[in-house]
């Protein structure tokens, strides 16, 4: 029997256990740092929007506690990480990207992942009826065939049951009734040791720090981007570091089209609820998503369903975000004995890519009779809070080596593996479905060296 501890209940996590959850000969401890995250509201007075801009309460408490687990002192950004089972799945909901073949072979990433596809999409349930059923509504055919130089639009490949958001938390509740599974919340990693070819594992639980009795033969980190990185580098004992990871800064989109009230044009069509765009300024690339407000319950938008005027409003209007360049960040965690600080920055003015983009948009929607929404049009965000954050382990050297190698396995640590955001290429402009479908792969990997052993 391999006892095996994953750090984190994410969609890399979920996706972890969904690999190895059937194998007689593994037991599965899982660690989260937060709790369950309840919304004591009704769904109808729920405010999805406040939830999505990170003000909601559940949000806020969520978030206190991974800065004050991970002593992290925001500074000039705001730092959208969250201790609470789910992770940031629970604060989410959106669409999600297949990585395409051109992508992985210029990362020299396996095309075996392919051959696995279509397994993480049944996990993520996403041949539904819900989405088959609304690609036939008039309402979401606006917006088809937008095309003009460096600039397309295509079909977004699929979307996770259109607005609603995707937890992982249930899922987490319902495994951890199998035998070989246990879940156990309110367990921050504290820290992690070696002691020959086992681990032990330090945690926090209830503001306490114990000892977990159990000694671990494999671990795996899917605690996310920022948090696996903290860990690894404590892990390691490194200090005087500054080590980059990538993010997408992003842009918010929100046009009307005055003829849409009244329906008499079907000149633009929109054939999916998410449009997946691209756009090429200079050696850069921007990409994002179109949905028509009409596809969201008014309480989406933080209004009630009976609101009369948002009912109408929203027929008429498309919004979006645009996610720029994960090039153009230049974000690090620098390390010292005394605590850990954080910098984002961006060049997406520096080049002049914000005013071409809002340049570009201007033009190509003015000949599709769409005009801009004042005061929601072209609306940026707070540094950091565009997250996406990815590639921090992947790009590390040390000695002039990797310290993850191809297995996402730390070179100088036998079996202590990392999984998530952290270990796979910059570039993906949505990565939930590469982190994803990048777990299960190397999980079903890592179980079959179990296996041969």
């Known amino acids: 029997m391999k006892n095996i501890a994953i750090v984190g209940t994410g969609l890399a996590a979920m996706s972890v256990v969904e690999a190895i959850k059937n194998d007689k000969r593994v037991d599965i401890t899982i660690f989260e740092s937060g709790n369950i995250n309840r919304n004591k509201k009704n769904k109808e007075r729920f405010n999805f929007k406040k939830s999505f801009k990170y003000s909601s309460e559940e949000f806020k408490l969520s978030k206190k506690k991974f800065l004050n687990n991970y002593k992290i002192k925001e500074k000039n950004f705001f730092l959208p990480n969250v201790n609470c089972l789910g992770g940031l799945s629970n604060f989410w909901g959106g669409g999600i990207e297949i990585p395409n073949k051109k992508f992985l072979l210029q990362r020299k990433l396996p095309l075996r992942f392919l051959k696995e596809v279509y397994k993480v999409k049944k996990l993520f349930n996403l041949d539904n009826k819900v989405t088959k059923n609304l690609r036939k509504n008039y309402y979401y055919r606006i917006i088809d065939q937008l095309k003009n130089k460096n600039f397309n639009i295509e079909n977004l490949n699929i979307s996770l049951k259109g607005n609603k ?60 981007t920022i948090a696996s990185t903290l860990i690894v580098a404590k892990f390691l004992d490194l200090q005087n570091l500054k080590i980059r990871f990538y993010n997408n800064p992003m842009m918010q989109l929100c046009f009307y089209n005055p003829n849409l009230y009244l329906k008499k044009t079907n000149q633009v069509t929109f054939s999916h609820p998410l449009k997946n765009f691209h756009q090429k300024i200079k050696s850069f690339e921007n990409k994002g998503s179109l949905i028509p407000l009409k596809f969201f319950a008014n309480y989406h938008l933080g209004y009630s369903n009976k609101n009369i005027i948002m009912n109408f409003l929203k027929r008429g209007m498309i919004a979006g975000n645009i996610f720029f360049d994960s090039k153009l960040t230049k974000n690090y965690i620098k390390f010292s004995k005394k605590k850990n600080n954080i910098h984002f920055s961006n060049d997406i003015n520096k080049f002049s890519i914000l005013k071409k983009t809002k340049k570009n948009f201007l033009e190509i929607f003015k000949k599709l009779n769409f005009f801009p929404v004042p005061f929601l049009n072209f609306k940026t965000f707070d540094t950091g809070s565009d997250a996406h954050y990815t590639s921090s382990l992947y790009e590390l050297y040390l000695n002039n080596k990797k310290i993850i190698n191809k297995n996402c396995e730390l070179r100088s640590s036998k079996n202590f593996y990392i999984l998530d955001g952290s270990v796979i290429p910059y570039g993906t402009f949505y990565p939930s479905f590469l982190i994803s479908l990048n777990a299960y792969y190397y999980a079903k990997k890592l179980l079959r060296n179990v296996k041969n052993k």
């Open 165 to 224: 958001t995707f937890s992982t938390k249930n899922y987490f509740l319902n495994i951890s009734k199998k035998k070989n599974i246990n879940l156990l919340l309110n367990h921050h990693i504290e820290k992690i040791s070696k002691e020959k070819k086992v681990y032990s594992l330090q945690v926090k639980y209830n503001k306490n720090i114990k000892y977990i009795d159990k000694k671990f033969d494999i671990i795996i980190l899917c605690s996310g």
